[in-house]
């Protein structure tokens, strides 16, 4: 917890060019993790991945949704304001 804030600190601290090169950093040790898994260890992660993406496609598309059925809402409310004003 301790090394967790002082990381943060740390962080907060830092240019936009340093948590640039920090991110590629972190990218790096990311595919040499990666690179180590086994095959099997890869395909569970390849199959994390594709959950993940789903959820944030379902996520997004319910965001969609719901701003397509506030739209719609203000056409109708907009039209029967028309309406009553004529």
Known sequence: S???LRA?????????????E???????????????????ETEELRSDDQLRAIARRNNESFEVRNQHQASDRLRTLNSRATESNE
Request: zero cysteines; charged letters at 50%.
């Open 2 to 4: 301790d090394g967790r």
């Open 8 to 20: 943060n600190a740390r962080r907060n601290n830092m240019t936009a060019e340093e948590i640039e």
């Open 22 to 40: 920090r991110r590629s950093e972190d990218r790096l040790r990311t595919i040499v993790r990666r690179d180590n898994m086994t095959a099997e």
